[in-house]
């Protein structure tokens, strides 16, 4: 166990849908990232959330939005979802806001658009 | 911007041996960090190792040792004693100054009995 938490692990669901992905980070680390990852291919950065304040945007298409709360937990919102969103959904943490040290990363989030 | 390049889709190497998976990236920076993840089937990633680039020793954690080139930009990764569960995906990875971590394509590695 990494420490930190995803869920749910696997949801599928159909094209048009809207769907959210919870990451609740390891414990003391304030920074958040989320990452895609498709079918045999490296990982797609989307975001970074660093105390609750966006910090970072990579390659998130307008349909998706994320944040960060309060308690530190985050969520990946998905929208109008196309059958191409189907991946991987990869959520890190850090205690860096720059993850020096790397990142622990969480068991992933399946998600399968039909 | 940044890239990182695995030019190895696969490779195998027989169990006990040593093997070696490359990486190089390109940046116009001069200080920043790279790491090795390996992704096993259960799709979990996991922290193999980090460089900082600032540090001309080459990083070393018990069987796994990366090749730092900062000259020409190429961070390989050397396992040496090969083991069943060494076999995964390995990636290489980028820390750019705007704090993303970028990620190659991926090296997948197969243990051969």
């Known amino acids: 166990d990494s420490g930190v938490t995803q869920t749910p692990k696997h949801l599928i669901t159909a094209t048009g849908q809207r769907v959210t992905l919870r990451c609740s980070p390891r414990?003391?680390?304030?920074?958040v990232y989320w990452y895609q990852q498709s079918l045999d291919q490296g990982l797609q950065f989307l975001i970074q959330?660093?105390?609750?304040?966006?910090?970072a945007k990579g390659n998130i298409l307008e349909r998706f939005s994320a944040q960060q709360f309060p308690d530190l937990h985050s969520e990946l919102n998905l929208s109008s979802l196309e059958l191409g969103d189907s991946a991987l959904y990869f959520c890190?943490?850090?205690?860096?806001?720059?993850?020096?040290?790397?990142?622990?990363f969480g068991s992933g989030t399946r998600l399968t658009v039909v | 911007a940044q890239t990182v390049t695995q030019s190895q889709p696969e490779m195998s190497v027989q169990e006990a041996e040593t093997v070696t998976l490359s990486c190089t990236y390109d940046?116009?920076?001069?200080?920043?960090?790279l790491f090795w993840y390996k992704q096993p089937p259960s799709r979990q990633m996991i922290l193999v190792i980090r460089q900082e680039a600032y540090k001309q020793q080459n990083a070393t954690e018990n069987r796994f040792s990366v090749n730092f080139q900062k000259a020409a930009k190429s961070f390989s990764l050397k396992i040496s004693d090969s083991q069943l569960g060494d076999a995964a995906m390995y990636f290489c990875?980028?820390?750019?100054?705007?704090?993303?971590?970028?990620f190659g394509k991926g090296t997948r590695l197969h243990i051969l009995p």
């Open positions: 414990s003391g680390d304030l920074s």
């Open positions: 890190a943490s850090s205690v860096s806001p720059g993850g020096n040290y790397g990142y622990t």
């Open positions: 940046t116009s920076e001069s200080d920043y960090y």
């Open positions: 959330y660093y105390n609750g304040e966006e910090r």
């Open positions: 990875a980028y820390r750019s100054r705007d704090d993303k971590i970028i």
